[in-house]
């Protein structure tokens, strides 16, 4: 069985996740929002990236990405953490369908809600899915998430509107004093 890891994304992860994002365009247009062409190159991966660390200066996210053996497989996110009353972030990820069916998945979705309740200190993690996502709810149940409502018409992938299934897991994070 391979390893699995996630980190804290890194400029140099640009080419790597380009050439996976470029790979995978097509076999993931059914779950992914359409990008422009820049969005699958190195320097619009570095555009992101950029971005992304922005963002996780400001307490406002923790952008990482999935490896296996030394190599990027894909990504894992927390992001829109909100805080006071709140206390919760919304997760999400993807793996290539190079290293699709190994358990990388949910290995990082483990580790994403260890860093979500042990370093961000969060009491509430989302996350959702496309009705049709199986794969997706079952890493999400395997973890603990339960499903907790259907947006209809909530995402606009591959040419048309998809139902989506809202998810929710209640961590253990409290109010800093």
Do not use: C
Not at 25 to 42: G, H, N, S
Not at 47 to 75: H, N, R
Not at 150 to 175: C, M, N, P, Q, S
Request: a negative charge; proline letters at 5%.
């Amino acid at each position: 069985m391979s390893s699995t890891l996630i980190r804290l994304i890194e400029p140099s992860d640009g080419p790597a996740l380009a050439a996976l994002l470029s790979r995978d365009k097509q076999a993931y247009a059914r779950w992914l929002p359409e990008r422009p062409a820049e969005f699958y190159t190195p320097d619009g991966q570095a555009s992101v990236i950029e971005s992304l660390l922005d963002s996780y200066g400001k307490g406002l996210a923790w952008p990482g990405v999935v490896v296996s053996d030394e190599t990027v497989i894909g990504q894992v996110n927390i992001s829109s953490i909100l805080r006071g009353p709140f206390q919760k972030g919304f997760l999400g990820y993807w793996v290539s369908s190079l290293y699709q069916g190994l358990g990388h998945t949910s290995r990082a979705v483990g580790l994403a809600l260890r860093i979500a309740e042990n370093e961000l200190n969060l009491h509430r993690l989302e996350a959702h899915t496309q009705l049709e996502n199986l794969a997706s709810q079952a890493v999400l149940r395997k973890h603990g998430f339960s499903p907790w409502g259907i947006a209809h018409d909530h995402f606009y992938a591959d040419g048309a509107w998809h139902d989506e299934v809202f998810w929710e897991k209640k961590l253990t994070g409290r109010l800093a004093s």
